[in-house]
C-alpha cells in the first residue's frame, strides 16, 4: 500500500490503514514528544493527543510536501500546547558572560541517542522548548518568539543557555564513565 | 566544538531517530477517539432533540393561531349556525308578516275600491262608505294589532338572538340599537293607533316594512359589529396564573481561585490542577410579581471538574527481591538458602486523575423582564444557598505530595452563599411555554477550604443556561 492510499484510507476512518499509519510513524514522534517532555509519561500523552489531532484533521492534507513533516508540526505544536498549560515562564537571563565549557567531540559522539533525548528533557522546561524549535525544528528566533509570545532576546538567550547546560551535563557524564 | 558543529551533531543523533513506543499506546488512541465519537453523537442526538421539540412548539404555535384566523373570518362573512337559523326564523317572521301584510293590503284596497263604487249613489253611499270606513278602521285596527303582535315577536327573537350571541363569544350585549327600532316601532304603533285611515293604513304598512328591513339590517350590522369585537375573557385564578416553573441545564467553566502565604506551595498547586468543563441542571419555580418582576427559587446540581497531575521526581519503590542458592556439601547433600533483600528503586512517580466538586444548592433569584409577547429580555440576580458539597480525587497537600482530597478535611461539606447574576433572553414557544437562554456568573463569597487550612479555593464559574419555562 501507498502512503496516499493509507492517507486516503485514514481519510475514510478505516481503522486497519489508522492502524498501519501509527505504527509507521509513531516511533519518529514519540522521539518528538520525548525531546519536549520531561519525561516519558507526559510523553506518552503528548502523542496520543498528538495522533488523535492527526487522525480528525487527515483529511486537511493536500497531497503538498511531505507527510511525515505535516505530522512533525501537529506533533510540535500538541507538545507546546501540553507545556504551555504547564504555565512555562521564560525568564530574559542578562548574564551571557559565564564561560561557555568546552566540549570535545570524542565525548559528545559517544553518547547515544536515548542519552541525549534524557539529556534534552533533563532541561528546565523554557531552555528545552526553545533548544527544540532553534536546534531540531529549525524555527528562527523571530518564528519562536511569536509562537511562545516571548521576545526574540528571550528566545536567543534561553538557547544560549540551554546549550551551557547540555555541555556541562555531556561533561558531567564523561568525567563520571572515566 | 563549536555551536553550530553542537547543533548539527543533534540534529543527525536525533532527527531520524525512532524511540520505542508503549504496547498499549495504540489501544488507548483507540479508546480516546471512540469516546469522543460517543460524545459527538450524544451532543447531536441532544440537539436534534432540542431543535425537533421546539420546531414542535412552534409549528403547533402557528397552526393554532391560524385556526383561530380561519375561525374568525369565517364568522365575519357567515355568522354562527344558531344565528344563522335563528336568522332565517326571523326572515320567514317577516315573510309571513309581509305576506299578511300584503294580503291585509289587497283586502284594503278592495275596501276601498267597494267604497269608491258604493261612495258614488245618495246616502245609501255614504251609509254604506261609513260602514265601510267603520269596517275598514276595525280591519286597520286588527291589521295594525297584528302587525304589533309580530313586531313584538320579533323583539323577543332578536333579544334572544343577543343573548345567545353574548353566552357563546363573550360579547357584550349591545342594546343600544335594538332600543331604537324598538322605540321606533313603538312610535310607529302609537301613530297608526291614533290615525287610521286608509291612505294613511297602506303608508303604516309601507313603514311598517320599511322598519323590518331596517330592523333586519340593523339587527346585521349588530352581529358584524359583535363579530369585529372579540372580547376574551380568561378563566385563570388571579394566584395560579402567576406561577411557572423552569428546568434548566448549563455547561459550565469554572474559574480556580487559590491564595496562600506559601508561594512555593501556590506555584505547585497551580501546575498540578487544572479546571475542565463542568456542569449544572436544575429546576426553579417562581411567580411574576406585577408585569416585569419575578422571584424564583428551587434546586440545583452542579458538578466542577478538575484535572489533577502530579510528579514526584524523587519517589521510591521498594522491591523484595528473593535469591535462592543451592549448596551441596561435601557429603553430597544439598541444601537451599534462600536470601530475601528489598531493592530500593528511585525514580519519577507520575499521578493523573479527575476531581470532582459536587453541590447541591438552593438558588433564590429576583428578576426584571421586559415587555414583549414574543421575545424578552431579562436580568436575573440572587443567592445561591449551598446545601452539600461533596469531593472526589486527589490533591496536593501541605508537604507537596498527592493525597485524597477528602484526608485532612481540607474542604468545608458546607461551602456558604453565593452571588448569581444572570441576562438571557426568552422566545414564546406557545400559550404555556417560553424556551429561555441566560449566561451567568457565579462568584463565591466564602472559601471552600477550612479555616486553618494552608491554602484559601474558591472556585467562581461562568456558565449558559439552556432551558424551558412553563407557565400555569
Not at chain 2, 239 to 263: Q, R
Not at chain 2, 314 to 325: D, G, H, S
Request: charged share 25%; aromatic share 8%.
Amino acid at each position: 500500500m501507498t502512503e496516499e492510499q493509507l492517507i486516503k484510507g485514514c481519510v475514510k476512518n478505516n481503522v486497519a490503514c489508522q492502524r498501519m499509519l501509527f505504527e509507521q510513524y509513531a516511533g519518529k514522534m514519540m522521539t518528538i514528544c520525548l525531546r519536549y517532555a520531561c519525561d516519558k509519561p507526559e510523553a506518552e500523552d503528548m502523542l496520543q493527543e498528538a495522533f488523535i489531532k492527526i487522525f480528525s484533521h487527515i483529511h486537511q492534507y493536500k497531497f503538498e510536501g511531505s507527510f511525515e513533516g505535516w505530522m512533525k508540526r501537529i506533533v510540535v505544536n500538541c507538545a507546546l500546547k501540553a507545556i504551555q498549560k504547564k504555565k512555562t515562564r521564560f525568564v530574559e537571563i542578562s548574564n551571557h558572560d559565564a564561560a561557555t565549557p568546552h566540549t570535545d567531540s570524542f565525548a559528545v559522539s559517544n553518547l547515544s541517542e536515548d542519552e541525549l533525548i534524557k539529556l534534552i528533557s533533563n532541561l528546565p522546561d523554557g531552555y528545552r522548548v526553545v533548544f527544540n524549535l532553534y536546534v531540531m525544528e529549525g524555527y528562527s528566533h523571530d518564528e519562536i518568539a511569536a509562537m511562545l509570545n516571548i521576545q526574540a532576546a528571550t528566545s536567543r538567550s534561553q538557547l544560549v543557555k540551554a546549550r551551557k547546560l547540555l555541555q556541562k551535563q555531556i561533561l558531567l557524564n564523561q568525567k563520571i564513565a572515566i | 566544538m563549536t555551536e553550530n558543529q553542537f547543533d548539527e551533531f543533534f540534529r543527525k543523533k536525533l532527527g531520524d531517530y525512532s524511540s520505542p513506543v508503549p504496547e498499549d499506546m495504540w489501544r488507548r488512541i483507540k479508546q480516546r477517539k471512540d469516546k469522543e465519537r460517543r460524545t459527538l453523537l450524544i451532543l447531536l442526538l441532544l440537539l436534534l432533540m432540542v431543535g425537533g421539540t421546539t420546531s414542535y412548539f412552534i409549528f403547533e404555535r402557528r397552526a393554532a393561531s391560524q385556526k383561530e384566523n380561519t375561525a374568525l373570518s369565517q364568522k365575519q362573512t357567515n355568522p354562527s349556525t344558531n344565528n344563522s337559523t335563528q336568522n332565517k326564523n326571523q326572515k320567514q317572521t317577516i315573510a309571513t308578516q309581509d305576506s299578511t301584510t300584503s294580503s291585509q293590503e289587497n283586502k284594503i284596497s278592495s275596501l276601498n275600491n267597494e267604497t269608491e263604487k258604493s261612495s258614488e249613489p245618495g246616502l245609501n253611499k255614504n251609509n254604506n262608505s261609513k260602514t265601510n270606513e267603520s269596517k275598514s278602521t276595525k280591519i286597520s285596527n286588527s291589521v295594525i294589532k297584528n302587525n304589533v303582535a309580530k313586531t313584538n315577536r320579533e323583539k323577543n327573537l332578536i333579544s334572544k338572538n343577543s343573548t345567545d350571541e353574548m353566552n357563546k363569544t363573550g360579547r357584550e350585549p349591545i342594546e343600544q340599537n335594538l332600543e331604537q327600532p324598538k322605540n321606533n316601532q313603538a312610535n310607529e304603533v302609537t301613530k297608526q293607533n291614533e290615525v287610521a285611515k286608509p291612505g294613511e293604513q297602506v303608508i303604516a304598512e309601507q313603514n311598517n316594512q320599511n322598519n323590518l328591513s331596517s330592523k333586519d339590517s340593523s339587527q346585521k350590522k349588530l352581529q358584524n359589529n359583535a363579530a369585529s369585537k372579540e372580547i376574551i375573557i380568561k378563566t385563570h385564578s388571579p394566584i395560579i396564573k402567576n406561577l411557572f416553573v423552569e428546568v434548566y441545564a448549563s455547561p459550565d467553566i469554572p474559574v480556580n481561585k487559590i491564595s496562600s502565604n506559601n508561594a512555593d506551595y501556590l506555584r505547585h498547586k497551580d501546575s498540578t490542577s487544572q479546571m475542565k468543563l463542568s456542569y449544572t441542571f436544575g429546576v426553579r419555580i417562581g411567580a411574576a410579581l406585577g408585569e416585569h418582576f419575578t422571584v424564583k427559587t428551587g434546586f440545583q446540581y452542579s458538578d466542577i471538574n478538575e484535572k489533577f497531575n502530579y510528579l514526584n521526581k524523587n519517589a521510591t519503590r521498594t522491591v523484595p527481591v528473593v535469591i535462592t542458592r543451592t549448596l551441596t556439601n561435601s557429603s553430597g547433600e544439598t541444601m537451599m538458602l534462600l536470601d530475601t533483600s528489598n531493592l530500593i528503586q528511585a525514580g519519577k512517580d507520575y499521578k493523573l486523575s479527575y476531581n470532582h466538586y459536587k453541590s447541591i444548592d438552593i438558588p433564590i433569584l429576583i428578576g426584571y423582564e421586559t415587555n414583549g409577547e414574543r421575545l424578552k429580555a431579562a436580568f436575573n440576580t440572587g443567592i445561591i444557598l449551598n446545601i452539600k458539597t461533596s469531593y472526589k480525587g486527589e490533591i496536593l497537600d501541605a508537604s507537596l505530595n498527592a493525597a485524597d482530597i477528602n484526608s485532612y478535611n481540607i474542604y468545608k461539606n458546607n461551602t456558604g452563599v453565593s452571588l448569581y447574576f444572570g441576562l438571557g433572553v426568552s422566545t414564546k414557544l406557545n400559550d404555556n411555554f417560553r424556551l429561555f437562554t441566560e449566561p451567568y456568573v457565579r462568584y463565591r463569597l466564602n472559601s471552600m477550604t477550612g479555616t486553618r487550612q494552608s491554602f484559601s479555593q474558591k472556585i467562581n464559574v461562568g456558565g449558559l443556561s439552556l432551558g424551558l419555562r412553563y407557565n400555569f
